[in-house]
């Protein structure tokens, strides 16, 4: 018996648009609890969602305003300067250890679903169409409203590429007056 085959229709590409400063605003007061963490550090650091979740006390020093990422897509490590937003929300969460996720709750759920409560709630805070990946474009697009170059927005947010690690990357203080720049999330 001849298998017919399914028509092929062609595939739209995904499109991640920037969020507004008012709509990630909106985002933080429908948000509650570890969500409203990950969002605070989605848009304030840009990084990736399976990052985020991944991400444990010993990654985070409070104290030098310095937080570490271990990236699952690039496997290397890369240190930020912790944006002062982040870090008072982050010195007002109960820490268990050093081995302990920052995000307990959704750190241990699978990324798909985690994704999709982000959804669910962007959709309850009037956003359509929104997903985490938003707050990455949203960190990037902000980095450049604020004058910085492509290759130290590369730097800050881990990119691989442009020999950007190779030729004098930016000190960690010229990282921190950068991201200092930006304007406050509301």
Partial sequence: MEKKLKANRPVEPRTTNALTLEQVSALLTAAEGEMQTLILLGATTGRRLRDLLALRWKDIDLGKGMIEFHPVKTRRTDVMPLPHQAKDHLEQLPKAGPD??????????PAAAVSVKFGKLAKQAGIKGSRFHSLRVTFIRRL????VSQGVVMEI???QGADSRKHSPPSIEVLRAILNRLLPLK
């Fill in 144 to 147: 450049w409203e604020a004058g």
């Fill in 157 to 159: 947010m881990g990119h």
């Fill in 100 to 109: 302990a996720l920052v995000l307990p709750g959704l750190g241990s759920r």
